[in-house]
């Protein structure tokens, strides 16, 4: 298994995933404590199921709705919830 600090990942992430890719496990370290482990995904033995659209989106792309009416300032939602970030 690969161990690599967080900077040496986010400088060559492409190749550390094309690595990943191929089947090798990585460790990331932050200041020699490992914090995460990248490994390749499990097989899945039934492959993606593609389902078509049933309407194009250029029928969709310029409809309207209409206002969601909440009883309070859709703003004071947004700012309450990133001041608890």
């Known amino acids: 298994m690969k161990r690599v600090k967080i900077a040496e990942l986010k400088d060559h992430l492409s190749s550390?995933?094309?690595a990943v890719e191929r089947g090798a496990t990585i460790e990331v370290t932050d200041r020699e404590r490992p914090i995460a482990r990248?490994?390749?995904p499990q097989r899945v033995?039934?492959?993606v199921k593609w389902i078509r659209?049933?309407?194009?989106?250029?029928t969709?792309?310029?409809r309207k709705y209409p206002a969601a009416n909440l009883p309070c300032?859709?703003?004071d939602l947004?700012?309450?919830d990133r001041r608890k970030r």
């Open 78 to 80: 947004l700012l309450e």
């Open 73 to 75: 300032d859709i703003v």
């Open 60 to 62: 969709i792309r310029d």
């Open 16 to 18: 550390h995933l094309r």
């Open 38 to 40: 990248i490994v390749p």
């Open 53 to 58: 659209a049933q309407y194009p989106f250029s």
């Open 45 to 47: 033995e039934e492959p």
